[in-house]
């Protein structure tokens, strides 16, 4: 009963190439990200989507393309893939309200290697 | 959005009681007080969150003093499996969400 799911959970690949990272949440929520956790451990917000149209788009290289579907699902693309690029990728979602804050839920990431 | 600091790491013996303070000195009226742990190799998941005083779950206890400035994560009885990393953040609808965590504070239980 996996609440926030993506795939791959590692994947190492050359330089140069185009790779794609699925997610999908079955809580109902209308809102999901994608996180990228550097080697340093900081993690920093990349997109964020509400009822699949972009609301955050943080200073990130057009290389990376992140696609929604729906609002289940939040795909992350990455093209021309660069070594700076390794690094854990999470998706997230929530269901931001007025009253009671924001509570993020978390995939398990997405191990990125590029060699 | 609201900054916080906290500290890098802390240390503690099984079974102590730990005690982690997050400043936020310029949180807004609406902001709630979110705490998270990510263990390695894991997704941060939520502990515990708060708006002001004291909440308590199975967990965690958030005390939160009345000027909001600060907030203290406390984890009764440590064990090992309680080494993980803890982030503190702080947001609401009015300042933002907040969204990004820093580094967290790195906490490690030793027998």
């Known amino acids: 009963d996996t609440a926030v799911s993506q795939t791959p959970k590692y994947l190492v690949t050359q330089m140069g190439n185009d790779k794609s990272i699925k997610c999908e949440q079955n809580?109902?929520?209308?809102?999901m990200y994608w996180y990228k956790q550097d080697s340093k451990k900081f993690l920093k917000i990349m997109f964020s989507y509400n009822n699949k149209e972009l609301i955050i788009n943080e200073t990130v290289p057009n290389r990376f393309s992140p696609k929604s579907p729906d609002k289940a699902h939040l795909n992350l693309h990455i093209n021309s893939l660069e070594l700076g690029d390794s690094a854990v990728y999470f998706c997230?979602?929530?269901?931001?309200?007025?009253?009671?804050?924001?509570?993020?839920?978390f995939g398990e990431g997405s191990w990125l290697t590029v060699v | 959005l609201a900054k916080t600091t906290q500290p890098i790491s802390m240390d503690s013996y099984e079974g102590q009681e730990v005690n982690i303070t997050c400043s936020h000195n310029n949180i807004a009226t609406n902001d709630y007080i979110t705490w998270y742990q990510q263990f390695p190799s894991q997704g941060p998941r939520f502990i515990i969150q708060g708006y002001k005083t004291k909440v308590t779950n199975e967990v965690a206890s958030l005390f939160i003093p009345a000027d909001r400035k600060s907030s203290t994560l406390s984890l009764p009885r440590v064990s090992l499996s309680d080494t993980a990393v803890y982030y503190c953040?702080?947001?609401?609808?009015?300042?933002?969400?907040?969204?990004?965590f820093g580094k967290g504070t790195s906490l490690l239980v030793t027998p």
């Open positions: 953040l702080v947001g609401g609808s009015n300042s933002g969400y907040a969204l990004n």
């Open positions: 809580l109902g929520h209308d809102t």
């Open positions: 997230a979602s929530s269901q931001p309200r007025t009253s009671s804050g924001n509570t993020i839920y």
